[in-house]
C-alpha cells in the first residue's frame, strides 16, 4: 500500500505564505486531497485533485487563496497557500481519494503537518 508524508507546516504570520508537500511511496493512480482539522473541530476537506490535475476544486473557505497541484512523474502534490488567516490554523492531511467526485471518500492517509498561522 502506498504510504503518504506530509511536510512544509510551520508558524506563518497572517497575510503570509507556505507551501505543503505530500510524497507519496510509489505511484497514485487516485485522485488526492487535502484535508485539515483544527483543534476542536471535524476534519474537513479543503481541496481535492483527480488524476491527472487536470480537475481541481477547492473549500469555499480557501478558494482564492490555495491551489493545488500534482507531479505524477515525482509522486507528489503540494498546497501552496497565500493570504493565511488564523483560522487556517489546522492539521493539515494528505489523501488518497476513492473518487473525485461526492462522496470525496479519504482512503489513505498521511500523518499530518501543522499549520499555525498568528494574527
Known amino acids: 500500500q502506498v504510504q503518504l508524508v506530509e511536510s512544509g507546516g510551520g508558524l506563518v504570520q497572517a497575510g503570509g505564505s507556505l507551501r505543503l508537500s505530500c510524497a507519496a511511496s510509489?505511484?497514485?493512480?487516485?485522485?488526492m486531497a487535502w484535508l485539515r482539522q483544527a483543534p476542536g473541530k471535524e476534519r474537513e476537506f479543503v481541496a481535492a485533485?483527480?488524476?491527472?490535475?487536470?480537475?481541481?476544486d477547492y473549500a469555499d473557505s480557501v478558494k482564492g487563496r490555495f491551489t493545488i497541484s500534482r507531479d505524477n512523474a515525482k509522486n507528489t502534490m503540494s498546497l501552496q497557500m497565500n493570504s493565511l488567516k488564523p483560522e487556517d490554523t489546522a492539521v493539515y492531511y494528505c489523501?488518497?481519494?476513492?473518487?473525485?467526485?461526492?462522496?470525496?471518500?479519504?482512503?489513505?492517509w498521511g500523518q499530518g503537518t501543522q499549520v499555525t498561522v498568528s494574527s
Open positions: 489523501a488518497t481519494l476513492y473518487g473525485f467526485n461526492w462522496p470525496r471518500r479519504p482512503h489513505i
Open positions: 510509489g505511484r497514485t493512480f487516485s485522485s
Open positions: 485533485i483527480d488524476w491527472s490535475g487536470g480537475s481541481t
